[in-house]
């Protein structure tokens, strides 16, 4: 699709990151569901559901950004300025990401990128799998004398290496959500 001078002068970027949640799209968000019918573009992980896609205005770029934990199709950098350039060049962009965009640093990456650029950013949350999936199994995350807490910690660090965080929180009473 090219925009004409007149269509480019009349663009409002905009940045809505949602979190999309842990794979059913029954468990979507209506808010996601709003914003998702006013995108001028959409970007999406591997791990989101594709059915979400059908609430966004038909003939819109749909564009595929990858990201499994062991296939890394575009880096993060190529993601933050892929986001900043459909903002400027098309106007709304919505950024679906699985489970909860800020529940690792990543969301925080792309908003960051974006108000550097002076876009307006939204976050709309979703359900993290580190919640979301021991309910699904019926798995109370603090109950009774078992658990007076919970922590929700990932498995490895930066350098592939098993967390220390992983080590200490295997010490305590609490319920241990290991995501990686």
């Not at 979507?28 to 979400?52: H, I, R």
């Not at 650029?117 to 995350?141: D, F, H, N, R, V």
């Not at 078992?146 to 098993?162: D, H, M, P, R, Y």
Request: glycine letters at 8%.
């Amino acid at each position: 699709m090219i925009l004409s001078k007149v269509e480019k002068a009349n663009i409002e970027p905009k940045i809505t990151l949602i979190g999309a949640g842990p794979g059913d799209p029954d468990l979507f968000s209506l808010k996601g569901v709003k914003a998702l019918k006013t995108a001028d573009v959409v970007l999406y992980d591997a791990n989101v559901n594709e059915a979400l896609l059908c609430h966004a205005p038909d003939g819109i770029p749909k564009v595929y950004v990858g990201k499994r934990s062991d296939d890394e199709d575009f880096s993060q950098d190529a993601v933050n300025k892929l986001i900043v350039d459909y903002a400027l060049n098309y106007g709304h962009v919505v950024r679906l990401k699985s489970g909860d965009p800020f529940f690792f640093a990543k969301g925080y990456e792309e908003i960051d990128a974006a108000e550097s650029y002076c876009i307006p950013t939204e976050i709309i949350p979703g359900i993290s799998s580190a919640t979301g999936a021991p309910s699904l199994q019926k798995i109370p995350m603090i109950y009774k004398d078992l658990s007076e807490s919970f922590w929700a910690v990932t498995g490895t660090n930066a350098k592939g290496e098993i967390s220390e965080d992983l080590y200490i929180a295997a010490k305590t009473k609490a319920t241990i959500v290991v995501l990686n």
